[in-house]
T-cell receptor
């Protein structure tokens, strides 16, 4: 089983739609979780951290389910500019080594 | 503010040729430095990380090597490239502390094609 698994998509959604991605992780000792965004042929950038209690940043909501070992990202009122690949990232502790998922591609359609 | 530079941006090399990719960070001291590779349709694979000058940890056995000759300089090398070395190479840095995850900031990357 991969350490971090994501549905590669693509998710094609109309503008204004709500879309959700899940990411599963295999190591129950994982401590921290993040979502990164990667635009086509660009470097990844941190979108948001994922806290146990769930957290929201504008139209973006991240959730963590430790019992089922997955994290989720919800995007409301999708914009064309949200089109990108969303990478799930998991940190198991120690030095700054993290595991990146392969990413979920989102395409927001006019 | 901190910035991270990588060069070259694009590289096409024949199989068996050497490789040298350079990464430099400005505006911070004693950062952790990382080299990742992203192959087409695959996730980011950590190749090397460094917590200080001359300190290199290798994550994946391969024909690549890394060096950190200066605090804010990280170099990825190969003596003989393989076709499977093609990919998008990303350098990243983070604040150099342990105990908690510190955001990694990525450079613009080098797109390497081995023919």
């Amino acid at each position: 089983r991969k350490e971090v698994e994501q549905d590669p998509g693509p998710f094609n959604v109309p503008e204004g739609a709500t879309v959700a991605f899940n990411c599963t992780y295999s190591n129950s000792a994982s401590q921290s979780f993040f979502w990164y965004r990667q635009d086509c042929r660009k470097e990844p950038k941190l979108l948001m951290s994922v806290y146990s209690s769930g957290n929201e940043d504008g139209r973006f909501t991240a959730q963590l389910n430790r019992a089922s070992q997955y994290i989720s990202l919800l995007i409301r009122d999708s914009k064309l500019s949200d089109s990108a690949t969303y990478l799930c990232v998991v940190w198991v502790g120690g030095y700054q080594k993290v595991t990146f998922g392969t990413g979920t591609k989102l395409q927001v359609i006019p | 503010s901190q910035t991270i530079h990588q060069w070259p941006a694009t590289l096409v090399q024949p199989v068996g040729s050497p490789l040298s990719l350079e990464c430099t960070v400005e505006g911070t001291s004693n950062p952790n430095l990382y080299w990742y590779r992203q192959a087409a349709g695959r996730g980011l694979q950590l190749l090397f990380y460094s917590v200080g000058i001359g300190q290199i940890s290798s994550e994946v056995p391969q024909n690549l090597s890394a060096s950190r000759p200066q605090d804010r300089q990280f170099i990825l090398s190969s003596k003989k490239l393989l076709l499977s070395d093609s990919g998008f190479y990303l350098c990243a840095w983070s604040v150099g502390t342990s105990g908690a995850y510190n955001e990694q900031f990525f450079g613009p990357g080098t797109r390497l094609t081995v023919l």
